[in-house]
């Protein structure tokens, strides 16, 4: 059977699929804003001398990298309600869930960035007087977030593509909403390719402005 394929469809759901461009876009910010000051603090948690920081934060990252996101989405909207008697909104629990699972990757992109940073450098730092939090600050950290750029434009592409799971729990993003259109008109191949385009070019676009601030980054550092 001869697909009827009619692109005055993909034309015709480009606007009601806008609103879900924005809101996956407004999901994948907030988690990963929060989900990056998580995982850096995970991260310089599983670099720290003592013991506990580093357990507590294996536990952290070890249970999230080890469990699918859809679960945790799950888990977040449907479980913790259950146990706490507090009920999360859909757009908020999809920002908490992207943020606790972008931070436990973050913080394996932060904890192998600042061990890749030569001791010398940190050694260079503590003896001119720093103490161990001003070397982290000024002499290790510039350079560790250097080479952090390219993992975290890669984690800002996974995660914005995981918005997409956020379906289960009916936030109205990019995917939801041409679910919604499709159940309106019954044009799936349109829909769903109009979708797929959309979240192409979200992805080449920040893999694209994350080649150039790297550039930038290399160029005022005379690499």
């Known amino acids: 059977m001869a697909l009827d394929f009619k692109a005055s469809v993909m034309w015709e759901s480009v606007p009601l699929l806008l609103g879900g461009v924005h809101l996956t876009i407004i999901i994948t910010l907030g988690g990963l804003a929060i989900g ?32 699918p996101l859809i679960v945790q989405v799950m888990f977040l909207y449907f479980g913790v309600p259950l146990a706490t008697g507090m009920r999360i909104p859909p757009v908020t629990a999809g920002i908490i869930a992207i943020a606790v699972n972008s931070g436990a990757y973050i913080a394996e992109i932060v904890r192998g960035a600042v061990e890749s940073i030569d001791v010398g450098q940190t050694e260079a730092g503590r003896s001119i007087g720093l103490t161990r939090m001003q070397t982290l600050l000024y002499v290790v950290w510039p350079q560790a977030f250097r080479r952090m750029i390219p993992p975290l434009g890669n984690q800002f592409i996974i995660s914005l593509k995981d918005t997409s799971l956020l379906v289960v729990i009916g936030v109205g993003e990019l995917t939801r909403q041409g679910q919604e259109i499709i159940a309106v008109n019954f044009r799936a191949f349109e829909v769903w390719l109009t979708v797929a385009v959309m979240y192409l070019v979200m992805t080449l676009s920040i893999a694209r402005a994350l080649r150039v601030y790297e550039r930038k980054l290399n160029a005022r550092s005379g690499r």
């Open 36 to 67: 990056f000051l998580l995982g850096t603090a995970t991260g310089l948690a599983k670099t720290a001398r003592g013991k506990l920081p580093r357990v507590l934060a294996d536990i952290y990252v070890e249970a999230i990298r080890g469990t």
